[in-house]
């Protein structure tokens, strides 16, 4: 099993800046992949980036590639989405979640287990 749990959501003005942490716990292991995910409310659940846990990959969401980045912190069991440039469009309810294998997955079937989500909305 592995619990995650998502911080750092808030309320902001476009052109702004927010960072989103995954704190992981339980069985963690170095061959997971991380991945965040968004939802908009009557939206189904979209990829936004991925990371293996080696950090030896990443994978973007066209639509934030550029603006977003994601990186995590394997002493900390801790992954981060540094959200730059933020639009209206941007707003959800974001997740993050570990996929128990190796290659980076952009489908949200792929992944086991997923944290409660932190809400993001940006206002115009």
């Known amino acids: 099993q592995v619990q995650l749990v998502e911080s750092g959501g808030g309320l902001v003005q476009a052109g702004a800046s927010l960072t989103l942490s995954c704190a992981a716990s339980?069985?963690?292991?170095?061959?997971?992949?991380l991945g965040w995910f968004r939802q908009a409310p009557g939206q189904e659940r979209e990829f936004v980036a991925s990371i293996a846990w080696t950090g030896r990959g990443t994978l973007y969401a066209d639509s934030v590639k550029g603006r977003f980045t994601i990186s995590r912190d394997s002493a900390k069991n801790t992954a981060y989405l540094q959200m730059n440039s933020l639009k209206p469009e941007d707003t959800a309810v974001y997740y993050c979640?570990?996929?128990?294998?190796?290659?980076?997955?952009?489908?949200?079937?792929?992944?086991?287990?997923w944290g409660q989500g932190t809400q993001v909305t940006v206002s115009s």
């Open positions: 339980g069985r963690t292991s170095s061959s997971y992949v």
């Open positions: 979640a570990v996929r128990t294998a190796r290659v980076i997955s952009r489908m949200p079937i792929d992944y086991d287990y």
